[in-house]
């Protein structure tokens, strides 16, 4: 099974990206390469959950392939889709941001020739994170980039919003689409072993984002959570229920983002205590751990950070399955025949949509992408939701 089988329904970028490799191992051997071919630095983009990561991952492996083709078999192939191939670094901002000095390292690094020969691969999740000396910094370097170095950049458009113009000017683009329901069916059952009707679900109400489609499908506590949250339309009887969903909703965030990071922080703690001498009896061990504070102060504001990532994406997406419902209800009351986001809870959108006016359903959706925004703009959670829950309540 080659790299390429983890791009789901993106014929069009894979075709690019295999030509592009295979020019790629061209030039290693020393060969002449078509013209445009393969390039320096690539802008990954598409909404979320189309797989610009997993596109990024599979074209750095077959760049490290010992074919040029993405086998999946070989050592290159199988160290970097692993995450542990020496010449290929995967950027994931942990916090709200990659920062100027994160950069600066990993720029430096990025100059280093290519331990196997091949090329140094610099992979950037979420390089709409950059701050602006991040961002300034990586241009210098996607400006004058060191022989055998490819920069492959994700983001979710090419928007100077997300990506400055200055650094998309010099990347090429490769853009992913929504996959369809029914290519996340056949990965989720061929590669996860899920049983053909819970596939074809998951897929049905996953948007379009395989990764979250895989939870779904396998994860029973984020079933419940999904379902939770579309509970909250409806469930709005009384003024009270306001504060009372609010706090839930904002609470499961708070819980799942405690979770995933809890026993990852405490390792964390321990690897640099170990590191800095904790425990030591030899020469210098005292004087090593009374200069630990420092370190384990920066180890917990990064800690700090990523919990409160954690949260955020968590809370944006029960808001994007929120939205997804509004929409499902103006789909109902308009007699349209498009799909819904959520086909399992139609009975519900009919119920709504018989209820309330397009005009106040159209208020509600508006609420929803307003707590979105107010999120980005770094708005108490708390405050955020709240005001949402109000105007669903109201209309």
């Not at 990064?302 to 419902?325: E, M, Y």
Request: net charge neutral; hydrophobic share 40%.
């Amino acid at each position: 099974m080659t790299v390429w089988s983890q791009v789901v329904g993106q014929a069009e970028a894979v075709e690019v990206l295999t030509k592009a490799a295979q020019a790629a191992a061209l030039i290693v051997r020393g060969e002449q390469a078509a013209s445009g071919g393969m390039t320096h630095a690539w802008l990954f983009t598409g909404p979320p959950g189309s797989g610009r990561s997993v596109a990024a991952r599979a074209f750095a492996a077959a760049l490290q392939c010992d074919s040029g083709t993405g086998c999946g078999e070989c050592s290159g192939c199988r160290t970097t889709m692993a995450g542990t191939h020496a010449d290929v670094r995967l950027v994931v901002p942990e916090g709200l941001s990659i920062s100027v000095a994160e950069m600066r390292a990993l720029v430096q690094t990025a100059a280093r020739r290519p331990t196997n020969g091949r090329w140094q691969v610099v992979i950037i999740e979420d390089a709409d994170r950059l701050t602006e000396g991040a961002a300034n910094a990586l241009l210098k370097a996607v400006e004058e980039p060191p022989e055998r170095t490819v920069f492959l950049l994700c983001a979710p458009s090419d928007h100077p919003d997300d990506v400055s113009v200055t650094i998309r000017s010099r990347c090429r683009g490769v853009s992913l689409r929504i996959p369809p329901a029914k290519a996340i069916a056949e990965v989720l059952i061929e590669r996860d072993s899920v049983d053909p009707d819970t596939a074809k679900w998951a897929a049905s109400v996953c948007g379009g984002h395989v990764g979250r489609a895989r939870r779904l499908a396998t994860d029973e506590a984020a079933r419940e959570r999904r379902a939770a949250v579309l509970r909250i339309p409806l469930g709005l009887r009384r003024p009270g229920d306001v504060f009372t969903l609010a706090d839930e909703l904002v609470k499961a965030a708070e819980n799942e983002a405690s979770e995933q990071s809890g026993s990852r922080d405490e390792i964390e703690r321990e690897a640099l205590k170990t590191a800095l001498g904790a425990g030591g009896t030899g020469k210098g061990t005292a004087s090593a751990t009374r200069g630990s504070a420092g370190a384990l102060k920066e180890l917990e504001r990064r800690q700090k950070s990523r919990a409160t990532r954690t949260q955020r994406d968590t809370l944006d997406l029960a808001l994007v399955d929120l939205a997804g419902f509004y929409r499902d209800v103006l789909v109902t009351a308009s007699g349209s025949e498009a799909a819904l986001n959520h086909p399992d809870h139609a009975n519900d959108a009919r119920t709504a949509a018989a209820s309330w006016s397009p005009e106040s359903t159209l208020r509600r959706l508006e609420a929803v992408l307003a707590c979105r925004e107010a999120l980005e703009l770094n708005v108490k959670p708390r405050i955020a939701v709240e005001a949402m829950v109000t105007t669903l309540y109201y209309g």
